[in-house]
């Protein structure tokens, strides 16, 4: 396999972005990508018929905040996108007009009275930040400064609507921390969670609180030159345990999203078992990647030449995931955050029967 960015390019129809999510969530069309033979066009909630009774269903349960900022510094309009909290309780955060700052800078925001220090900077963009209020105060300036960072491709020349801050939340987000939604869970409804039940699929949760980074493109023309902004993730012992015991009865894991994804195989040992999981992770997956946890893939259609699209290139191959993405810009499936979903069947690795 090539390492050229190019090798993952695509042209996709603006048409095909969508602006706004399927209503009901779940009457979203989903691909159904086996490791060969014909593709099959599906719907969300047809989701519990295409599992098996003891199959583990594993989503994100970060919470999206309202991660952009309009500061200043003096006269300067800084825009401000924060990326993840640190451990020292400073902020990360991506700063448009970032070469203006330096450290010891004091940021306002507009109709607060709250303040950030500058602590240092970075020569891609990246601050950190100190601000002066935390904890629940810190959640109310958020609430009153801040809005959603849609990505660019949602066209809200006004601003992210009332409506997007429904539309832009899973039903499993309980983990404030996150800029961008886990988009793969926005498809979910208590009634395909019912029906997930009755079929005796089972769910647990993790967290990875998703940065600002990934909205950004893969610079340069190599792939091993691309380096991965670190995110936050949490995988409790219990669910740990729940983990491996499912993959003990013989079930699947079947991961909500890229997010999910990348965080079990974060925390998975060469034979699979998966650990317990606090701290960051930058894990870049990309064709050449032995998968070690994760059975099954749930997730929308991602942008050319994004770390995304070689993830699920590296999961379900590359030439099936060519053909996958053709078909579906083919047939009108929707792309990117608001749009469909394709569930993806593992491509076995040398030696296996496939999953």
């Known amino acids: 396999m090539s390492d050229q960015v190019s090798d993952f390019d695509f042209d996709l129809p603006h048409t095909l972005v969508a602006e706004h999510p399927a209503r009901p969530r779940d009457a979203a069309r989903l691909l159904d990508v086996m490791p060969t033979g014909p593709f099959h066009d599906r719907v969300v909630r047809d989701l519990p018929s295409l599992l098996r009774p003891g199959d583990l269903l594993v989503a994100n349960d970060t919470a999206v905040i309202p991660a952009q900022l309009d500061a ?108 961008a939604a886990p988009t793969a869970g926005l498809h979910f409804t208590p009634q395909l969670l019912a029906a997930l039940d009755a079929a005796e699929v089972e769910r647990c949760t993790l967290t990875l609180h998703v940065g600002a980074g990934t909205f950004l493109p893969v610079r340069g023309d190599s792939i091993a030159g691309h380096r991965m902004h670190a995110e936050r993730g949490v995988i409790t012992e219990e669910t740990a345990e729940r983990l491996n015991r499912t993959r003990r009865a013989g079930g699947r894991i079947v991961a909500v999203g890229t997010t999910s994804l990348r965080l079990l195989e974060s925390a998975a040992d060469p034979d699979g078992t998966i650990r317990p999981f606090d701290d960051d992770t930058a894990i870049f997956i990309r064709p050449g990647y032995r998968f070690r946890a994760v059975d099954l893939l749930m997730t929308n259609f991602h942008l050319p030449r994004s770390t995304l699209f070689m993830l699920v290139c590296a999961f379900a191959g590359y030439d099936r995931m060519r053909d996958a993405y053709a078909h579906a810009i083919g047939t009108g499936y929707r792309f990117y955050s608001y749009g469909d979903a394709c569930l993806l069947h593992r491509a076995p690795t040398p030696g296996e029967t496939g999953a």
């Open 72 to 179: 200043r510094r003096g006269e300067a309009k800084i825009g401000i996108t924060l990326d993840r909290i640190l451990p020292d309780g400073t902020w990360h955060a991506l700063a448009r007009n970032a070469r203006r700052l330096r450290a010891g800078d004091v940021l306002t925001f507009p109709g607060t009275s709250n303040t950030a220090a500058i602590v240092s900077r970075d020569d891609e963009g990246g601050v950190i930040l100190r601000f002066d209020t935390e904890g629940a105060a810190f959640d109310a300036f958020l609430q009153k400064a801040g809005v959603l960072a849609l990505p660019p491709y949602i066209d809200r020349p006004q601003g992210p609507t009332e409506q997007d801050r429904q539309d832009y939340a899973t039903i499993f987000a309980a983990h404030r921390g996150a800029v």
